[in-house]
């Protein structure tokens, strides 16, 4: 190989690197009936270094998904990788979560016990919007920052690291209202919804003596995990998985730049109040990236683009209050990010595959 962007030689190449997905997408799909896709863009999203907002009723597979995929990746000699589960309520003090120092008389000197934010690889924030904003400000620094502060001493959290959040849509009482800061910092937001009657068949039958859960076994390792994620941010050609045309990114650009565009409009024409923000364009970009290699791809085409586009920009965006009134809000924010990627025109190249250095 020439000179590779890696640093070090691949762990896995990308032929390999795609059977343990699938292998790791089969071994949720032996819990979680009939959501494929969802599974797919969990998955994305891990890959992608960003983290999921499930926005769904309870009962649905919520916790039982991020413990499956916990129990499905292997770190080393600990065995499986760390999952840990922060269960929201409105008395959650933020040391519950970040963790607090403690004093040890032995050593007269105060000692960190990490808490659940910081030890998990996978970490389910369960009921996210039954916390505190206090709370929230912690996992906020955690996601973003992947560190936690402890008494003015920051932390790193272990890698690879993924954030799933829950909430429930449905009731309300005795929630917070998730500011735009916090929910601009998950890259993807998701719902399973309810199975097809043959799937809620097939969970019927496969627990009728014990959970599938606890047949799991480990089918990737963390630092296979931790290489594709770096892998998909270099171009085949330097040993990496995925190519980006620049069509592909000023497709992106396009989308983002309209979102913005339909708040210019006359108040009671336009969707939006605010459009998405550059985070959200480097998002779209990095989940598509992900999206593409999950789908044996070493490039990205438009079609990622638009499967990924509802996802990872309809909570990034302010739906206009006229328009809340009429229905659901997140309906309403979905449908809006659908017509503006409709009416952005799709770029028609027709090799999006990496040129070729010729010599």
């Not at 959501?35 to 039982?64: C, Q």
């Not at 500011?179 to 993807?188: G, N």
């Not at 990737?220 to 980006?244: K, R, V, W």
Request: with cysteine.
């Amino acid at each position: 190989m020439k000179g590779s962007a890696m640093g070090n030689p691949p762990i896995i190449d990308r032929k390999t690197a795609v059977e343990k997905i699938n292998k790791l997408i089969a071994n949720l799909n032996t819990v979680i009936k009939d959501k494929e896709e969802v599974i797919r863009l969990t998955l994305a999203g891990f890959l992608a270094r960003g983290h999921i907002l499930y926005d769904d009723i309870p009962g649905t597979g919520k916790s039982i998904l991020a413990e499956s995929l916990a129990r499905s990746v292997s770190a080393g000699e600990s065995g499986i990788a760390v999952f840990k589960r922060i269960q929201g309520t409105p008395d959650l003090m933020p040391g519950d979560v970040t963790g607090i120092s403690i004093y040890n008389p032995e050593t007269k000197e105060f000692e960190p016990k990490l808490g659940p934010i910081a030890t998990g690889n996978i970490v389910l924030d369960d009921e996210l919007n039954r916390t505190p904003p206090k709370v929230n400000s912690a996992v906020l620094e955690a996601m973003s920052r992947e560190t936690v502060t402890i008494d003015g001493i920051s932390y790193n959290v272990p890698k690879p690291y993924l954030v799933i959040a829950t909430q429930n849509p449905i009731e309300q009482e005795g929630t917070f209202v998730l500011p735009e800061a916090l929910l601009d910092r998950f890259m993807l937001r998701l719902s399973l919804g309810y199975p097809s009657k043959e799937a809620e068949l097939e969970i019927l039958a496969s627990q009728r003596n014990h959970h599938p859960i606890h047949d799991l076994r480990p089918v990737i390792s963390c630092d296979e995990i931790l290489h594709i994620q770096q892998a998909l941010t270099i171009n085949p050609s330097e040993d990496g998985f995925i190519y980006m045309h620049r069509l592909i990114e000023e497709y992106i650009v396009a989308i983002i730049d309209a979102t913005r565009k339909e708040v210019a409009k006359e108040k009671s024409e336009r969707m939006l109040d605010y459009g998405a923000s550059t985070r959200g364009t480097l998002a779209l970009r990095d989940a598509a990236r992900a999206y593409a290699f999950m789908n044996d791809r070493d490039y990205v085409i438009p079609q990622d683009i638009r499967a990924l586009a509802v996802p990872v920009l309809a909570h990034r965006v302010g739906v206009n209050m006229r328009v809340v009134r009429s229905g659901n809000e997140n309906r309403t924010a979905e449908e809006a990010i659908k017509r503006i990627v409709a009416s952005v025109a799709t770029p028609s190249e027709q090799n999006w595959t990496e040129p070729q250095i010729k010599f």
